[in-house]
């Protein structure tokens, strides 16, 4: 990965921190997992896997999302955040090479007293560098989740010794492709996303919730584009299972299986089927 | 500034997790939110509003922020980061 090409996403993230900082006091928080995206959600952790072969030459993919984040003017409703992604896989067959950075406001709005609904909106302006289709693309985002609820969302539910979690979000964003490669056009994709994942934690009680399993679906659609983007096809379906197992009691380190159906163009994934077996982070 | 004590701010923060982990009885010091009380990641920070509420009442109070809520292990952790916040630290 050539430095040059980090340059944007790292002064966006830099803008983040002093921006930061001038609207607060020095109380950090660092998050590493999957995505950025999957704030306020099930914590998928950040992923990383090898490939060592004894003929050819070595692969690797990786999936982590770096944040650091603050109550914005000191409100318990805002958070400020800044941050960075890298979604990368070097197998010529699942090629993958996404690099952004983004800052964000994340809010709530109620608060999920019994049956209550507590709303968290987020909004979100990323710089994204797909390295696979050579494009540079600025993203402004929103998405929504929830919390309670007479749907009990967030709350594990099931007996004793089988937990079940539940978490939906939906959401719209606007990739305007700044720069494409020699030839090729610029212009814009409008999508509206809606995802839902269900965790489910066997011996939840017994193994102190250390097993999880995620399953969830993402699907998206193309609502406007530019005549150089349409590809004929509008709806991209994503469909993962992480099996997940924690090597410690805090949760931060796992060893993990995960099933990748379909594709995300938010993260520069294209039409891909795979498994994969990699260490993972969570903090 | 007066300081509020720990026992007065342990009961308002038992009343919010029991209203927010939506429980049927009192939660203890002890008690995990995650793993005794149920409360998966986004209940958990949800309680920054919820927990906010109790810190800022007193005169220099401050905030908690949802990720330092969701990142709470205990009730007893949650009480101490409400009674520091509740007395202007960090």
């Known amino acids: ?283 | 500034m007066e300081m509020v004590s720990r026992q007065q701010i342990a009961t308002q923060v038992i009343a919010k997790v029991r209203s927010v982990a939506d429980l049927h009885f009192d939660p203890r010091e002890g008690d995990r939110l995650f793993e005794d009380l149920r409360m998966g990641p986004s209940i958990r920070r949800s309680l920054a509003l919820s927990l906010s509420r109790i810190s800022t009442l007193q005169q220099g109070g401050q905030t908690i922020s949802g990720d330092e809520a969701e990142r709470l292990h205990t009730v007893g952790e949650s009480i101490d980061l409400v009674f520091r916040r509740a007395n202007g630290r960090d």
């Open chain 1, 1 to 283: 990965m050539r430095v040059r090409a980090l340059r944007v996403p790292a002064v966006l993230a830099l803008a983040g921190l002093l921006a930061s900082s001038a609207a607060g006091a020095g109380d950090w928080k660092f998050s590493l997992r999957r995505t950025l995206v999957d704030r306020n959600a099930i914590g998928l952790p950040a992923s990383l896997q090898i490939t060592l072969p004894e003929d050819g030459a070595n692969s690797y993919a990786v999936d982590l999302g770096v944040s650091v984040s603050h109550t914005f003017l000191r409100s318990a409703l805002w958070t400020f955040v800044a941050g960075g992604e890298v979604h990368r896989n070097n197998q010529a067959l699942r090629a993958q090479n996404l690099t952004s950075g983004s800052l964000a406001l994340q809010g709530q709005v109620g608060e999920a007293l019994g049956k209550a609904t507590a709303w968290f909106p987020q909004l979100s302006l990323s710089f994204r560098r797909d390295g696979v289709f050579g494009t540079q693309s600025l993203v402004p985002a929103a998405s929504l989740t929830a919390a309670g609820s007479p749907l009990r969302i967030g709350r594990v539910l099931g007996p004793p010794n089988l937990g079940i979690l539940w978490q939906p979000r939906v959401g719209l964003e606007l990739q305007d492709i700044l720069r494409s490669p020699d030839g090729q056009s610029t212009g814009h994709v409008g999508r509206a996303f809606g995802n839902v994942a269900v965790a489910v934690y066997p011996g939840f009680q017994k193994l102190g919730a250390r097993l999880e399993i995620v399953a969830s679906i993402t699907g998206s659609r193309d609502v406007a584009k530019s005549n150089a983007f349409d590809t004929g096809r509008d709806n991209h379906v994503l469909r993962t299972v992480a099996v997940n197992y924690f090597l410690d009691t805090d949760k931060h380190y796992a060893l993990g299986f995960s099933w990748i159906n379909g594709e995300n163009p938010s993260e520069g994934l294209r039409e891909q089927r795979y498994k994969q077996i990699a260490f993972k982070v969570l903090y």
